[in-house]
């Protein structure tokens, strides 16, 4: 069973070298796809010399969003062959060597399962008018499986950054999937890294309005 890790880059250079070196010498999947969102920093130069072996680089001439990079990830996962896709941002340390094995095993497990490190259930943007909190799994590591994708589908495009965790978790859940969290699982989040190239206030409320929206839930102020 092919693993695929797929990982949507926009600058943030740094982050990125780090988390690729380590992988690559240390973890390495099967397949490691990386999506460029139009970076302007040393990340296509990078990039460009890991194009190679094991390592597939899509390159978008501007940023398309979290949703739609990873979506050509996936897609582009699938057509290799694999069978268990990791979606991974690059704003992330590898603490343990087992972290891919221990998704893999979860997925082997239960393949009806969307695995992460951690089950949010209020990060004070999710709480509904009538008090209740919408539980998902962080989005910064997700894996799935191959089914998952036929039976779920890809992440909603709608949602420019953030949300879509919440959106596809939702969707997940729906459809009978369980959302399994390994709280040990060894990697750390930096956090907030792309949101700093962005307007993450301005995002987030857009986003926040969209799974309003699409879901017919009304949220609680968000000061």
Same mark, same amino acid.
């Given at each position: 069973?092919?693993?695929?890790?797929?990982?949507?880059?926009?600058?943030?250079?740094?982050?990125?070298?780090?988390?690729?070196?380590?992988?690559?010498?240390?973890?390495?999947?099967?397949?490691?796809?990386?999506?460029?969102?139009?970076?302007?920093?040393?990340?296509? &130069?990078?990039?460009?010399?890991?194009?190679?072996?094991?390592? &597939?680089? !899509?390159?978008?001439?501007?940023?398309?969003?979290?949703? $739609?990079?990873?979506?050509?990830?996936?897609?582009?996962?699938?057509?290799?062959?694999?069978?268990?896709?990791?979606?991974?941002?690059?704003?992330?340390?590898?603490?343990?060597?087992?972290?891919?094995?221990?998704?893999?095993?979860?997925?082997?497990?239960?393949?009806? $399962?969307?695995?992460?490190?951690?089950? !949010?259930?209020?990060?004070?943007?999710?709480?509904?008018?009538?008090?209740?909190?919408?539980?998902?799994?962080?989005?910064?590591?997700?894996?799935?499986? $191959?089914?998952?994708?036929?039976?779920?589908?890809?992440?909603?495009?709608?949602?420019?950054?953030?949300?879509?965790?919440?959106?596809?978790?939702?969707?997940?859940?729906?459809?009978?999937?369980?959302?399994?969290? !390994?709280?040990?699982?060894?990697?750390?989040?930096?956090?907030?890294?792309?949101?700093?190239?962005?307007?993450?206030?301005?995002?987030?409320?857009? &986003?926040?309005?969209?799974?309003?929206?699409?879901?017919?839930?009304?949220?609680?102020?968000?000061?």
């Amino acid at each position: 069973m092919k693993v695929a890790v797929i990982t949507p880059c926009f600058n943030n250079f740094k982050f990125t070298e780090q988390l690729f070196n380590v992988m690559l010498e240390f973890t390495p999947p099967d397949w490691l796809v990386v999506v460029d969102n139009g970076s302007k920093d040393a990340t296509p &130069s990078y990039l460009e010399a890991l194009d190679s072996g094991k390592v &597939s680089v !899509i390159t978008n001439s501007e940023n398309v969003g979290f949703g $739609r990079a990873v979506n050509q990830g996936i897609e582009r996962a699938l057509e290799l062959g694999c069978d268990t896709l990791v979606c991974l941002n690059n704003d992330v340390r590898i603490l343990g060597l087992d972290w891919l094995y221990e998704i893999k095993v979860a997925l082997q497990e239960n393949p009806k $399962r969307l695995v992460g490190r951690e089950l !949010i259930v209020n990060n004070g943007w999710t709480e509904l008018i009538d008090g209740e909190c919408i539980p998902y799994l962080g989005g910064w590591v997700l894996g799935f499986t $191959r089914q998952f994708v036929q039976d779920v589908g890809v992440f909603d495009p709608r949602f420019f950054a953030y949300f879509d965790d919440v959106d596809i978790a939702k969707r997940a859940k729906d459809a009978g999937y369980a959302l399994h969290a !390994i709280p040990s699982l060894g990697l750390y989040h930096f956090g907030g890294i792309t949101g700093r190239l962005i307007s993450f206030e301005a995002v987030c409320r857009e &986003s926040r309005r969209k799974y309003a929206e699409k879901w017919g839930v009304e949220f609680m102020d968000k000061d």
